[in-house]
């Protein structure tokens, strides 16, 4: 069983910059892709960001490239999200998710793919 805490969201104004964190309770950490994805009220959850397990692959939703990056510290277990630029658009509750298998580039984005879930951390942009 893997267990998945996100933190560091918060409130912030158009413009400023946030940074999420994803703390994994596994041994195999360093096996595992790892995205992050996001849910605003009333919409289906996104992709927004993924890493392969060795960080040497990353991929991002087009709405967040460019301003946003992900990276991972296997030896700390952590994936984290830096944003920067948010706008009000990007307010969402954030959810780190791990997987243990990915076949395609392409299954990165897809919710299916992941195995586990955090509990999601709430992002807010005001305008």
């Known amino acids: 069983q893997v267990q998945l805490i996100e933190s560091g969201g918060g409130m912030v104004q158009a413009g400023g910059s946030l940074k999420l964190s994803c703390a994994a309770s596994?041994?195999?950490?360093?096996?595992?892709?790892m995205g992050w994805f996001r849910q605003a009220p009333g919409k289906e959850r996104e992709f927004v960001a993924a890493?392969?397990?060795?960080?040497?692959?990353?991929y991002y939703a087009d709405s967040v490239k460019g301003r946003f990056s992900i990276s991972r510290d296997n030896a700390k277990k952590t994936v984290f999200l830096e944003m920067n630029g948010l706008k009000p658009e990007d307010t969402a509750l954030y959810y780190c998710?791990?997987?243990?298998?990915?076949?395609?580039?392409?299954?990165?984005?897809?919710?299916?793919?992941?195995?586990?879930w955090g509990q999601g951390t709430q992002v807010t942009v005001s305008s």
């Open positions: 998710a791990a997987a243990g298998r990915i076949y395609y580039r392409s299954d990165y984005r897809s919710v299916p793919s992941y195995d586990y």
């Open positions: 596994v041994r195999t950490f360093s096996s595992y892709a």
């Open positions: 890493i392969g397990p060795s960080a040497g692959s990353t």
